[in-house]
């Protein structure tokens, strides 16, 4: 079976292709990913309009390079992935057409995924994948949390983010450092040169007793010692880079391990953009190792959003049958989609 996937649910356009074949892993064939970085730096942030009418330009060229890679055509595909939600409603809208749009006219079903689902099982893509039951810890844009997940669809939320993520953690931090859009990957290139010992940033919630994240009060700590540094900061912006980084990591570090014993669990799994970040794999793999625990990572290159997480991920749920794809084509989004309203739905085959 093949499955495309098209994921558009903020500023990356991505498609991908994946092969199944029975019950055994899904395969990637090919992706392609389109980001909207360079577009959206003059403004600092993203803009959704202007996010959404990229898309629209994106999608077609990449669905087009992506099938030309695996050397199949589109009367080959089985069945249309896409996005459905969270995300930029109008965002969303484009991948959502485009894929139903598709489906309707090749005759071919249809599949809306949820897309923090993607980054929780793009791990199995890597080169690496690991097996159930495992800790997952998910930080991904606005969403930090931890979960015990026990196979497809089967997952207990263990904690989450009361207020700001992790990653909107980095983003702000940086802004205020005034480093340019999107700033965690520059607050983390910067934090190389710099003390993480130089400030003393709080760890919110380290010591809570519980598995939920704050970081709020962190992005606060940050812009108060940039304002008494003054004109002083640019001398000091590596070490306060390299502070907030070790704040942000100890807390996912320590939370995770917690999780770790609070299960009795020996696999991890961390998936979403902040993954990728150097300090925080370099010492969860020191951790784990110490305490016999696998870690396991997406690769690098699909740590951000991209359609192969959603191929992916259409492609295990119509495998364990938590999921059927459907012929009807109309569809909507979900820019707020609860991950807990998917665990709640998941004894039950879902269509799109």
């Known amino acids: 079976m093949l499955l495309l996937g098209?994921?558009?649910?903020?500023d990356e356009t991505g498609v991908a292709l994946?092969?199944?074949h029975g019950s055994a892993l899904p395969q990637?064939?090919?992706?392609?990913?389109?980001?909207?970085?360079?577009m959206h730096q003059a403004y600092g942030g993203v803009v959704p309009e202007l996010a959404s009418r990229d898309h629209i330009r994106r999608v077609l060229p990449l669905t087009e390079a992506v099938m030309a890679e695996a050397g199949r055509s589109l009367a080959e595909i089985d069945v249309v992935a896409y996005t459905r939600g969270p995300g930029l409603a109008g965002a969303l809208l484009v991948g959502a057409g485009v894929a139903c749009a598709l489906g309707a006219a090749l005759g071919k079903p249809v599949l809306g995924v949820h897309h923090l689902e993607g980054h929780l099982l793009s791990p199995f893509l890597s080169a690496d994948p690991p097996e159930f039951p495992f800790v997952a810890l998910l930080v991904s844009g606005g969403h930090t949390q931890l979960m015990r997940v026990d196979g497809v669809g089967r997952y207990e939320l263990l904690g989450e983010t009361i207020d700001d993520a992790a990653g909107e953690a980095f983003d702000k931090s940086a802004k205020l450092m005034g480093l340019p859009y999107p700033g965690g990957p520059w607050l983390a290139k910067l934090?190389?040169?710099g003390n993480p010992a130089a400030f003393k940033l709080p760890r919110p919630l380290l010591h809570s007793g519980d598995l939920d994240?704050?970081?709020a009060g962190l992005k606060t700590a940050v812009l108060t010692q940039a304002k008494k540094l003054g004109?002083?900061?640019?001398?000091n912006k590596a070490d306060l880079a390299a502070s907030t980084q070790a704040a942000i990591v100890e807390v996912l570090l320590k939370k995770s391990l917690a999780a770790l014993g609070q299960t009795g669990l020996k696999r991890l799994v961390v998936a979403g953009g902040v993954g990728a970040n150097r300090s925080l794999r370099e010492q969860l793999n020191a951790a784990c190792a110490k305490r016999g625990v696998r870690v396991h990572y997406p690769e690098l290159h699909l740590c951000t959003d991209n359609g192969a997480m959603i191929a992916m991920a259409a492609a295990m749920r119509l495998q364990s049958g938590l999921a059927e794809a459907?012929?009807?084509y109309a569809f909507d989004v979900k820019p707020r989609w609860p991950m807990?309203?998917?665990?709640?739905?998941?004894a039950a085959p879902v269509a799109a």
């Open 191 to 193: 934090a190389e040169a």
């Open 340 to 346: 807990a309203s998917l665990m709640a739905s998941s």
């Open 213 to 215: 994240f704050s970081f």
């Open 6 to 10: 098209i994921e558009s649910s903020c």
């Open 326 to 328: 459907s012929e009807r």
């Open 18 to 20: 994946v092969e199944t």
């Open 28 to 38: 990637l064939r090919s992706h392609a990913l389109h980001s909207q970085i360079a």
């Open 231 to 235: 004109a002083e900061l640019e001398a």
